[in-house]
């Protein structure tokens, strides 16, 4: 074996640079290294990590690998590594995603959030680095990535795109030769210059010189030898040391007093000049029994619990140590304590290929039974190994059952690509059995459902649904897939397609007599009702399904409690505080997190149209990162940011609406043009025209041509600028315009028609026109929209000679105005604004308003 990094200058400076830009402080960076097996990958990643270590980084360090496995697999294994002395840092940042966490890395002790994404777990993972790297530098590597699992592929994708978010240095090592997700992504960020791509090269001559002599521990041999390794290894490391170890087996080089002698003749007849023809001469001569523990060991991977061999192979545990300890001499097994593997992907491949089927059929029987033995709940990645081990020993339907119980699992993890790998593997070998093969398209077409695949989810679940209507033997399956595609299409907003799923499911069930499946119906139709932009409907239907949800049916009827705020929410305020607080309770009772932090934020909504309170939407937010829904984090934070500026707590306001840019531009969020909008109205609170207008460039940029994205630029934003500058021609300029805009979204809330329908009495243009359209209104029951429509009644009031309906009018609006949690100052405009009109009509205390 070679002593030290041989060659590689022009890699190991790139690997210094990225390595002191991330020391700096410059922003984190990623490194590939590509190139075919043997070419030196690795050992270019030990010596980064090395440089790393001695720079005082924090290193977590992942391996894929090629059999199947959990998913998460790389990553799982660098942060139980990496964190395994000192735990997760203790830092409260990290409080809420510890949960989302735990899906990585089952062993740790915090509850894993119940439901959970690629998204939330990528984002966790980002904020983990960013903490736990910050002021020391983090190296996150991963070992032959072209094996990584498509959704850790994913998150290291949303790592790569924002490494200015994380600062750490990401370094993968990937074969060029093995086409996949892996070496896509790190072409594609390569070639976008967010990444650096070193593909390396064979070694030259003299580098191949150069390493033999270090593998010999000398500073000279004969040219002889020297010749056959360059003839030979092609100018790769590893075959070098291969060939040398082939060498030494078969007496072609012994050492001597003086050194490492050549034998010509041996050198010549008895050298393999292959990898295999290398592993095969070392395996065969060693004795039986090792070579059934190395079948054993290459049929549990190239990495293995040597704990197992002795169940699988029927051996003692001490005859098992002297066979490994003989592998090892032969240099086809390295490692160290219970994690024993072979040197190289590519040995295990050889030492695999050696195998008779009936030899691999044998052992990979009795490797099932042992795992199961050893590890019964099969956690971990144990169940997918077993899956595999199951179809090498000809158990076709037990291979079928571990890799379905295995895509739940997947699944429940928020790893769905896996999961569809799994069942995909899993319908292949299902061909013969019709059954089983329909079962697990059901649960494709959920899953790709799940994933956002309509089309993927559809072609599947209609096949599925004839078949299941053609034999007529399990109408409960055809109402779950009915269900299943009318929620795949509610998503894709293809409404129509959504209701006649809904429906079809409401009328099998109601046939059936199946009260649950009527309610998810019902619900499922609400839900549909409301997001066509029929609220009247929804509630009718949300009534009968609230009617039909057993209390044994929580998710059912926080579903049906949210539709029912939602509706009320645009015409009662009271009655939508009713129904998400129903929501909440049944969600604290049944630990439905997700819902929890759901309820929480619509009530957190309310409060912004009522109160201005913000207790509820801290608690949003925070619930929200902790149930692993970073969407709902975003969103809540966008109307933290809004009722923060305005209470005039700008600074803080500033802040949660860029945690919420950030977030909605990583995961290409919807609501990143309003998040945009509300961070402009902070730079328009205090007057900073031109970073307000930049920002509403990007929030324009972010949605061009949306009407609702105008109504809100010129509403709020805009407004808020002219209202403090005390233009109040701008700020009744800038309403309108949001008003026209506004009219082409009718269901938009909008929380300033009132002070429009105030501007347009006092300047008397257009005021009973106002005042009538603020009434009519989406978002006219909002307590803001209520106090400014008296004042406006109050100043006509006030005009056409009845001053006692007038200071009626006015007191209401100042006593609405009271409930909001410091915002004086709104109450203060509202006086400033009015006291002219009651002035010059006389009426009210004018006076004393301005004076307070």
């Not at 990496?82 to 735990?102: I, K, M, N, Y």
């Not at 095969?280 to 029994?289: C, Y």
């Not at 109450?827 to 002035?839: D, K, Q, S």
Request: hydrophobic share 45%; net charge negative; proline share 3%.
């Amino acid at each position: 074996m070679s002593r030290g990094l041989i060659g590689r200058r022009r890699e190991l400076g790139v690997i210094a640079r990225v390595i002191d830009a991330a020391a700096s402080g410059r922003g984190g960076g990623t490194l590939a290294l590509a190139g075919a097996a043997g070419i030196g990958k690795s050992r270019l990643r030990h010596e980064a990590e090395r440089q790393a270590r001695e720079r005082g980084f924090l290193v977590l360090s992942g391996w894929a690998v090629e059999e199947v496995t959990e998913p998460f697999r790389p990553l799982t294994e660098a942060l139980a590594g990496g964190f395994r002395d000192t735990g997760l840092p203790q830092d409260t940042r990290l409080v809420p995603h510890r949960p989302t966490l735990a899906h990585v890395v089952p062993a740790w002790p915090e509850e894993p959030a119940p439901e959970v994404s690629v998204t939330a777990i990528a984002e966790a993972l980002l904020r983990l680095l960013e903490v736990a790297g910050h002021g020391r530098g983090a190296l996150l590597t991963i070992e032959d990535a072209q094996w990584a699992d498509a959704d850790t592929v994913a998150v290291v994708r949303h790592l790569i795109d924002h490494a200015e978010a994380h600062g750490a240095l990401i370094l993968l090592t990937v074969r060029s030769h093995r086409p996949g997700d892996a070496l896509r992504l790190v072409r594609q960020f390569a070639d976008q210059r967010a990444a650096v791509l070193l593909e390396l090269t064979s070694l030259d001559t003299g580098e191949v010189e150069d390493l033999v002599l270090s593998c010999l521990d000398q500073d000279a041999t004969s040219a002889e030898l020297l010749a056959f390794i360059r003839g030979h290894a092609g100018g790769f490391p590893f075959l070098v040391e291969e060939l040398l170890a082939g060498l030494v087996r078969s007496g072609g080089l012994v050492r001597g007093d003086d050194g490492w002698r050549v034998i010509g003749d041996r050198l010549v007849s008895a050298v393999p000049v292959t990898l295999a023809d290398s592993v095969a001469r070392r395996f065969v001569v060693l004795h039986p029994r090792t070579q059934e523990v190395l079948f054993t060991a290459a049929l549990l991977g190239q990495r293995f619990d040597w704990r197992l061999l002795p169940h699988v192979a029927g051996l003692d545990e001490d005859v098992v140590l002297a066979s490994l300890r003989e592998a090892s001499d032969a240099q086809l097994l390295t490692g160290e304590a219970d994690r024993i593997g072979f040197r190289h992907a590519l040995t295990r491949d050889h030492v695999a290929a050696l195998m008779l089927p009936s030899e691999r059929r044998r052992l990979a029987a009795c490797a099932v039974r042992a795992i199961k033995q050893a590890h019964p709940r099969l956690s971990g990645g144990w169940r997918d190994l077993v899956a595999e081990l199951a179809e090498l020993g000809g158990d076709r339907s037990g291979a079928i059952g571990h890799l379905m119980v295995a895509a739940d699992r997947a699944r429940d993890r928020g790893a769905l690509a896996t999961a569809i790998a799994r069942l995909e593997r899993a319908h292949a070998l299902a061909r013969r059995d019709p059954e089983s093969a329909l079962a697990i398209e059901q649960r494709l077409a959920h899953v790709r459902a799940l994933i956002g695949d309509v089309d993927g989810a559809l072609g599947l679940g209609i096949w599925a649904l004839r078949t299941r209507a053609g034999r007529d033997d399990a109408p409960e399956q055809e109402v779950d897939l009915e269900l299943s595609l009318g929620l795949a299409t509610l998503k894709a907003r293809r409404c129509e397609e959504a209701r006649e799923h809904a429906a079809r499911a409401l009328s099998r069930a109601t046939d059936l007599g199946d009260g649950a499946r009527r309610a998810r119906a019902l619900s499922l139709a609400a839900q549909v009702a409301m997001e066509s932009g029929d609220p009247e409907d929804a509630a009718r239907l949300a009534d009968e399904a609230l009617t039909a949800a057993a209390d044994d049916l929580p998710e059912v009827r926080c579903e049906v409690f949210d539709v029912l705020g939602r509706c009320a929410r645009l015409r009662n305020v009271d009655r939508a505080e009713r129904a998400f607080e129903a929501a909440l309770a049944t969600a604290n009772e049944y630990g439905l997190m997700r819902w929890r932090a759901r309820a929480l934020h619509e009530l957190g909504m309310l409060d912004l149209l009522e109160t201005m309170r913000v207790d509820r939407l801290r608690a949003a937010q925070r619930a929200a990162v902790e149930a692993g829904a970073p969407e709902t984090a975003a969103t809540a934070d966008v109307h933290l940011a809004s009722a923060l500026v305005v209470r005039d707590e700008t600074v803080s306001g500033r802040e949660a609406a860029e945690r919420a840019v950030a977030v909605a531009r990583r995961l290409d969020l919807a609501i990143l043009p309003l998040a945009l909008i509300v961070l402009a109205a902070s730079y328009g609170h205090e007057r900073r025209r031109d970073e307000m207008e930049a920002v509403l460039a990007r929030a324009y940029a972010a949605s061009p041509g949306d009407p609702a994205v105008e109504a809100d630029a010129w509403g709020h934003a805009r407004m808020m600028l002219a209202l403090h500058e005390a233009d109040l021609d701008g700020t009744r300029a800038a309403l309108d315009r949001a008003a026209e805009f506004l009219r082409r979204c009718p269901d938009q809330h909008f929380s300033y028609w009132g002070l429009r329908a105030l501007l347009c009495t006092l300047a008397d243009r257009g005021g009973e026109q106002a005042r009538a359209e603020a009434v009519a209104v989406a978002g006219r029951g909002s307590g803001f929209n209520r106090a400014l429509r008296c004042a406006a009644q109050g100043v006509a009031a006030g005009r056409d000679g009845d001053p006692g309906r007038a200071e009626r009018d006015t007191e209401t609006a100042f006593a609405i105005m009271r409930r909001y949690e410091r915002c004086d100052w709104l109450l203060h405009t509202i006086r400033w604004l009015i006291a002219p009109a009651a002035l010059a009509d006389s009426w009210g205390e004018p006076i004393t308003w301005l004076q307070d």
